[in-house]
């Protein structure tokens, strides 16, 4: 699925026009994006929460010539499930 396939549902789903449901899409993206560029987690009751998470330098290998390369430090935009989506992606 990608953000033409949640456009057309949301659509779908409400009355409103397709460039006002791109726009909301667009709108709940830049949010999180800017929560996370903060270092600010973003909650979303009974979908998840996006979280910023630090990951520290660390040494790696060129896998092309085995080189040790130094992976720099940064920040990482990690995504847990509420309850509800992960009961719903149970296989039982």
Not at 20 to 42: C, H, P, R, S, Y
Not at 58 to 78: D, F, H, M, W, Y
Request: hydrophobic share 40%.
């Amino acid at each position: 699925m990608n953000s033409q396939d949640l456009i057309e549902r949301i659509v779908a789903a409400t009355d409103i026009q397709k460039k006002d449901a791109k726009t909301a899409l667009e709108t709940v993206f830049a949010a999180i994006t800017e929560a996370a560029v903060k270092g600010d987690d973003t909650t979303i009751a009974g979908f998840g929460k996006f979280v910023v998470r630090q990951t520290a330098e660390r040494k790696g290998r060129n896998p092309r010539t085995g080189a040790e390369l130094v992976i720099p430090a940064s920040r990482k935009l990690a995504y847990t499930p509420a309850k509800a989506v992960k009961d719903a992606l149970r296989v039982e």
